[in-house]
């Protein structure tokens, strides 16, 4: 079975620090490229950071850059995402999603959300 699990998540208060990980089981995640998303309560779901799939490149949101450190462990199959400088409005459920474009068709894989509330 083919499948992404966040984990990491929780209650933090403001200024504190999460490590979000994003595992692949069923398939390696050396040749995707992986991104975190993010989903607040009556919002659309937004892009918060990815990287390639060798790690050198990332990008991250403007509302989080400077906070937030995407990086991967190939060897371990495993995506992470440190949170520093947590604000309130950081709260929402967090996803990873692994992609790649293959010869005849897009690999496209979502986790299924771990929550982050970030509240005193």
Aim: contains cysteine; charged residues 20%.
């Amino acid at each position: 079975q083919l499948q992404l699990v966040e984990s990491g998540g929780g209650l933090v208060q403001p200024g504190g620090s999460l490590r979000l990980s994003c595992a692949a089981s069923g398939f390696t995640l050396d040749y995707y490229a992986i991104g975190w998303f993010r989903q607040a309560p009556g919002k659309e779901r937004e892009g918060v950071s990815c990287i390639s799939s060798s790690g050198g490149s990332t990008n991250y949101a403007d509302s989080v850059k400077g906070r937030f450190t995407i990086s991967r462990d190939n060897a371990k199959n495993t995506v992470y995402l440190q949170m520093n400088s947590l604000k309130p409005e950081d709260t929402a459920v967090y996803y990873c999603n692994a992609y790649r474009l293959g010869p005849s068709r897009e690999f496209d894989y979502w986790g299924q959300g771990t929550q982050v509330t970030v509240s005193s």
